[in-house]
């Protein structure tokens, strides 16, 4: 009986750790992605911006330089949305690889604890009542804990699809307009 509550702890520590090392993992792998994004970003900029700064000092009239700086403007309203994507994109697909780590872990974790339950129960039998009022309560609990998580991830995702769509649609509709010729 020892032997098999200790295997049983062992497992249960064993999954713990993997899914501690799969969360941190997916976590840095986003971060590693965002940082991508920001860094070519500002890679982006830096080079246009330059190359900005030497056509806007050859600039010989006010139209030249207000159709150049008008460029730059177009240009900077969608980087800005093309970068909002990809992080959003990021994001939805680490939200929704997080969202599947917690849910196997708990699914995990409630077969853990019916089956630690059911080794307590055959061990010391005039407990079971108690461990088996425990365990229900508890897992009754945990679903609508886990179901409130789910649905604030799922809000959370639709609230960033939204303001993507909006910001998309903002820079479609207020484009920048060159000067007349």
């Known amino acids: 009986m020892f032997n098999k509550n200790s295997e049983q702890f062992s497992d ?27 860094l070519n970003s500002s890679k982006k900029i830096l080079d246009e911006t330059s190359q900005t700064m030497k056509e806007i000092s050859c600039a010989n009239n006010p139209k030249d330089l207000f159709e150049k700086m008008n460029k730059v403007a177009s240009n900077t309203a969608e ?4 970068n909002c994507r990809d992080a959003y994109e990021v994001l939805a697909t680490t939200q929704a690889q997080l969202g599947k780590m917690f849910e196997t872990y708990f699914q995990n974790t409630q077969q853990s604890v019916a089956q630690a339950v059911e080794n307590f129960s055959q061990f ?19 679903n609508p804990a886990f ?33 007349k010729k």
């Open 147 to 179: 179901d409130i998580f789910n649905k604030m991830a799922s809000q959370a995702t639709e609230f960033a699809a939204n303001n993507m769509q909006s910001a998309a649609t903002e820079n479609n509709v207020k484009k920048p307009t060159s000067a």
């Open 79 to 82: 980087h800005n949305a093309s």
């Open 124 to 142: 010391n039998p005039s407990k079971e009542s108690f461990a088996n009022d425990t365990f229900k309560n508890w897992f009754s609990s945990s």
């Open 12 to 38: 249960a520590a064993n999954k713990t750790v993997d899914a501690a090392y799969d969360f941190l993992q997916t976590s840095l792998e986003s971060i590693e992605k965002l940082t991508k994004i920001q």
